[in-house]
């Protein structure tokens, strides 16, 4: 089992940056590709970013592409993802999620963990 609790996120202008974190708990947090999604009120959950469980590897979406950094401490036993450059389109309930299973992936349902989500509000 594993658990994850987002932090980081908050009320920020356009143009402004954030950086969300996720702790997980466990001792096997490097074996779990790890990944962030986000959804926007009466939308579907998407995709945002995902890092690698063995060489630390990553995807993002496009809209994201330039502006978002994903990354993790396996010895913190947490994944951050930093957001610049914020659009008021980016304003969505973020979660983390984590997979045992594969190296990497954008699937939702691949992921077996999730979090409870933060929210990010960008104003413009």
């Known amino acids: 089992q594993v658990q994850l609790v987002e932090s980081g996120g908050g009320l920020v202008q356009a143009g402004g940056s954030l950086r969300l974190s996720c702790a997980a708990s466990?001792?096997?947090?490097?074996?779990?590709?790890m990944g962030w999604f986000r959804q926007a009120p009466g939308k579907e959950r998407e995709f945002v970013a995902a890092?690698?469980?063995?060489?630390?590897?990553?995807l993002y979406t496009d809209s994201v592409k330039g502006r978002f950094t994903i990354s993790r401490d396996n010895a913190k036993n947490t994944v951050y993802l930093q957001m610049n450059s914020l659009k008021p389109e980016d304003t969505a309930v973020y979660y983390c999620?984590?997979?045992?299973?594969?190296?990497?992936?954008?699937?939702?349902?691949?992921?077996?963990?999730w979090g409870q989500g933060t929210q990010v509000t960008v104003s413009s």
């Open positions: 999620a984590a997979d045992r299973y594969t190296i990497i992936t954008v699937i939702p349902s691949h992921y077996h963990y």
């Open positions: 466990g001792r096997t947090f490097s074996n779990y590709a």
């Open positions: 890092i690698g469980r063995n060489d630390g590897s990553t």
